[in-house]
């Protein structure tokens, strides 16, 4: 079951207000960027984020899983928890590096 884009609206409104937010389908899921970079992974309509040392604390009681095959785990994002998703998402921009855009040939 793909991501709808109803939950990929949702998932932006629950995170709006800190910063500039946008999503790109990709895969036939999406990922959400806030001020251009990319923060939360969302497939079959779960949010995922990374599982990096500066949320650590923050989600040790989170449910991990892997968003497609292949990838690495990651956290389950409580997107319903809006106060707490926009605190951890302030700790990953932080952290994430604007990817480089890849040059055409």
Do not use: W
Request: aromatic share 10%; net charge neutral; glycine share 4%.
């Amino acid at each position: 079951m793909a991501t709808t884009n109803e939950y990929i609206e949702y998932v932006c409104e629950q995170i709006k207000g800190i910063g500039e937010i946008r999503y790109k389908k990709m895969f036939g899921e999406f990922m959400v960027y806030v001020n251009d970079k990319p923060v939360i992974i969302v497939c079959d309509n779960v949010p995922f984020v990374k599982k990096l040392d500066c949320i650590k604390d923050k989600m040790q009681n989170a449910e991990t899983g892997c968003p497609y095959n292949g990838a690495k785990e990651h956290y389950i994002l409580d997107i319903d928890n809006s106060e707490f998703c926009k605190s951890i998402i302030i700790e990953l921009e932080k952290v994430t590096p604007i990817p480089k855009s890849k040059k055409k040939k």
